[in-house]
């Protein structure tokens, strides 16, 4: 009997914030003059209604899936990493660094190298902002946010300056890399069953390390309560250092991705703010790993979706992100609103 | 003012912090609240303060009938104002600018006329304040001069203080004293919370004493010192037993250790414990216990002098090493330092073991684990349980089964405060187990029953300074009441 009623008391909690979020969003479009049902359907269609589309979504459900996973950790180390975003664009420094230097090579050689170069980038742009958070007592959201803010600059500086064009710097990025360095995607479509299998792949260990080691368990104590965790004898520094490592390596993956796959160049905002989106998306799982995947498949959609509103029915594809906002702060105000109730 | 305090009672969980408290302080008077660690005055004063609600009794201020206060602003508008121990003041602030912080204005401040009036009561208690310093300058002194200014212009008639000697120097305390008196000379009350005796005897023209939440009695000065300390720690003046235990080689040795943190400085303690030995710190809280444990457990460098274990050298040695050398640490604030919220009791074995851990998880071979301490310690509990949601001694019990097996150093603090009976007697029980297998342990206690029970040698501490090494088998409760107030004769 409890069991049921638990049972119906979670999945109504569940839904009721998505509820919540669908009655604003229809009220916002109402209110710009968009009809509510014909948005929505457009919206799925955009993102699924032709193998074209759900390949694009599927591209960039791979970089919402790594980000999201390596955020995870972090999250569960009790770490605001809200310089993922940067870390991503670093990764896709690395990776072209890592693309000039093996410019001549084959895929099979250049591919790994490009990727590997890209994780250590991301890792190396996490571990910064954790040194100085755990050394040097800087709040990991502001040195985050600085370090983004540098690696924008330091992103254009690139493409401007040394890794300029041959005809000169412009907006559109670097020199587009040889085609034996683009990573193989299906014919006609631009999405890449490699990439696809290792997003799952990322996402299977990441679930099975916080389950099932050690290190898991001790980035949660000490995400829970860090001075206990010292006390049992955890190593809190080196733990943490490790938790932005992975993340960062996650960040740095993606940034690969993008550069390999996606746009095969660096230009100047490749990152996309999908490290953004990636932490809702961890904001809405309650920090589960089982809940990473179809949420990245959501927010996907509703990324690709909407450029499509734009195009059919003019209303502007800023309204993707309107609706994943009010989804993200509708679910997080349910779940204070739960504790309060709890609490009480 | 008159304040009446009229059967009181205000229950925190299973503990009864104040149980049917009755106390009257007339105008014009210094009242002093009296008793241990735990006896129930901060509650008594931070009901009387609007701070917390009484679940019964009433509070009646000149006669009149005030059924609660809902706020500290509520009870500061009826004329009751409250000094905290740690003033609650905004150290970023200006004097002026935290002097009229609190005031019922509108839309402005209105300055010029608290500077104004600023200066005056400055002048009337002979302050030296100045408007435009910070209050990140002052001396723990100056920050109550500021608060009892402030509390005055904001209408108190009654200022509670709670520990204001804690912390300021002696110059600074006479001063303070003579505030005091000035204050009731003018027809406002005082109620002067404090375990000093010495403060007490000096200030106070009447006395309420509080034991475990009761009113254990009140006087009237001038006061029988004897009389008081009865009052505070009870009647009986057992001697305490001593349980012979051959005592091994030296486990812990402290050569002329300095301790510090932002509060307080622990200076030069000297001292070697062998095996079996059971160490109690005695003192107020506050007084140097805790860092001197934390020192113990390697989680609080030395600043200076030299801490040896086993004969090894471990100052200044990172925490690792004390974990290496069997040394572990149990805290007062349990879900704070101790265990970990939101994590299970299987989980924080996992966490806990020492020496060569798995890189996966065995989560079967954990959870039989778990149950079998579960069985072993009598936790209330299953595996999964999380920790959070065990009982105080039930959580206790999970941090002693977390203990490594070859222990050779235990530091406590607090061991059994907020248990009941069967938990206490368990948990001694164990740790007695532990000196006989040849564990040193070292434990802070506010109750001196425990502290005279169980140890066989006492350290007490006075405002950081170790002022006294006794045998427990040559004292008794009163001298220890003695000492722990301060006052080194009997």
């Known amino acids: 009997m409890t069991d049921t009623r638990n049972l119906f008391v979670r999945i109504t909690t569940a839904l009721a914030p998505l509820l919540v979020a669908l009655i604003i969003a229809v009220l916002l479009l109402v209110a710009t003059g968009a009809p509510p049902l014909d948005t929505f359907v457009k919206l799925f269609t955009g993102s699924f209604g032709t193998p074209s589309k759900q390949a694009d979504t599927f591209v960039v459900w791979v970089s919402l899936a790594i980000v999201s996973a390596g955020l995870l950790i972090t999250f569960i180390a009790g770490q605001w990493n809200i310089g ?58 502001f040195g985050g946010l600085g370090f983004n803010f540098i690696a ?43 990439a696809i299998i290792i997003a799952l792949l990322v996402l299977v260990v990441i679930y099975f390390s916080l389950r099932g ?46 550069v390999i796959i996606v746009h095969h160049r660096l230009i100047p905002s490749i990152s996309s703010g999908y490290g953004f989106l990636g932490i809702l998306i961890v904001l809405l799982s309650s920090v589960n790993a089982l809940w990473l995947a179809p949420l990245a498949l959501f927010f996907a959609a509703v990324s690709i979706g909407s450029t499509a509103l734009q195009l059919e029915l003019n209303i502007d594809s800023s309204l993707g992100g309107v609706l994943q906002g009010v989804l993200v702060l509708v679910v997080l105000l349910m779940q204070g609103i739960k504790e309060k109730v709890i609490s009480k | 003012m008159r304040v009446e305090l ?12 104040n149980n049917n408290v009755t106390l009257t302080v007339e105008g014009g008077s210094i009242h002093g609240l009296l008793g241990e660690n735990g006896a129930g005055k901060s509650t008594l004063m931070k009901v009387l303060s609007g701070y917390i609600h009484a679940d019964a009794g009433e509070i009646s201020l000149d006669g009149g009938n005030v059924k609660r206060f809902k ?27 935290n002097f009229i912080l609190g005031c019922d204005a509108n839309l402005l401040q209105p300055r010029t006329r608290a500077e ?23 001396t723990v002194g100056e920050r109550q001069q500021l608060e009892i200014i402030r509390l005055l212009w904001l209408g108190a008639r009654t200022l509670i203080l709670d520990e204001p000697t804690t912390g300021i120097s002696a110059p600074q305390k006479i001063k303070l004293f003579t505030t005091l008196r000035q204050l009731v000379a003018g027809g406002k009350s005082v109620i002067f919370v404090s375990h000093k005796l010495e403060d007490v005897e000096d200030l106070c023209h009447r006395v309420t004493v509080l034991r475990r939440g009761q009113v254990a009695g009140e006087a009237t000065s001038p006061f029988v ?71 113990c457990a390697g989680l609080l460098p030395p600043s200076a002098g030299q801490l040896r274990v ?13 974990l290496r050398a069997g040394i572990a640490y149990m805290p007062a604030d349990r879900m704070k330092e101790g265990l970990v919220p939101g994590l299970s009791i299987e989980e924080h074995i996992v966490l806990a073991k020492r020496g060569k851990k798995d890189a996966l998880i065995d989560w079967g071979r954990a959870c039989q684990t778990a149950s079998e301490q579960i069985k072993e310690f009598n936790i209330k509990g299953i595996p999964p349980t999380r920790v959070e949601a065990l009982s105080g001694g039930n959580q206790q019990r999970t941090l002693l089964a977390l203990l490594p097996p070859d222990l050779k150093l235990l530091a406590l603090e607090h061991p059994t405060r907020g248990l009941d009976i069967e938990s206490t007697l368990y948990i001694w029980g164990k740790l007695l187990e532990r000196r006989k297998q040849g564990a040193v342990i070292i434990f802070a206690s506010a109750d001196l029953d425990e502290v005279l029970q169980y140890s066989d040698r006492i350290l007490v501490f006075f405002g950081g300074h170790v002022i006294e090494t006794v045998k427990s088998s040559a004292t008794n409760v009163e001298q220890l009441g003695y000492l722990i107030g301060g006052k080194k004769q009997l």
Not at chain 2, 266 to 285: N, T
């Open chain 2, 116 to 138: 104004k009036e600023f200066r005056e009561l400055c002048q009337q208690f002979n302050f030296d304040l100045d408007t435009n310093a910070f209050v990140s300058d002052l």
């Open chain 1, 84 to 141: 993922v975003e940067g870390q991503i664009m670093m990764g896709s420094i690395f990776a072209t660094w890592a693309a000039r230097g093996v410019w001549e090579q084959q895929g099979i050689v250049g591919i790994p190298v490009i990727i590997l170069w890209a994780m250590v980038g991301g890792a190396f742009w996490a571990l910064l902002v954790a040194v100085l958070k755990i050394y040097g007592k800087v709040n990991e959201i």
């Open chain 1, 152 to 194: 924008t600059a330091f992103n254009i500086y690139l493409i401007f300056g040394p890794w300029k064009q041959k005809t000169g710097g412009t907006l559109s990025g670097t020199e587009i890399f040889p085609e034996a360095l683009w990573m193989p995607t299906l014919p006609e479509l631009r999405v890449s069953p490699i």
């Open chain 2, 6 to 17: 009229k059967n009181i009672h205000k229950h925190f969980g299973a503990v009864h912090a």
């Open chain 2, 71 to 97: 706020s500290p602003a509520d009870a500061l508008r009826h004329g009751v104002g409250m000094l905290h121990q740690d003033p609650l003041d905004f150290p970023p602030l200006t004097l002026l600018d």
């Open chain 2, 310 to 322: 086993n004969g090894i050298d471990l100052t200044r040695k990172p925490y690792e090493n004390f």
């Open chain 1, 213 to 258: 080691t050690l290190w898991g368990l001790q980035l949660k104590a000490i995400g829970k309560n860090i001075r206990a965790a010292f006390v049992l004898g955890v190593p809190t520094n080196p733990l943490l250092l490790s938790a932005y490592a992975v993340c960062g390596a996650c960040a740095g993956l993606v940034g690969a991705f993008l």
């Open chain 2, 225 to 295: 010192t004897e009389q008081l300390v009865q009052m505070m720690f009870g009647q009986q003046l057992n001697i305490g037993k001593r349980s012979n235990v051959e005592l091994g080689a030296p486990v812990i040795e402290f050569d002329h250790l300095t301790l510090k943190d932002d509060r307080l400085t622990v200076p030069d303690v000297s001292l070697s414990v062998q095996a079996g030995e059971v160490i109690a710190l005695a003192g107020l809280e506050g007084s140097g216990q805790q860092l001197f444990l934390q020192a």
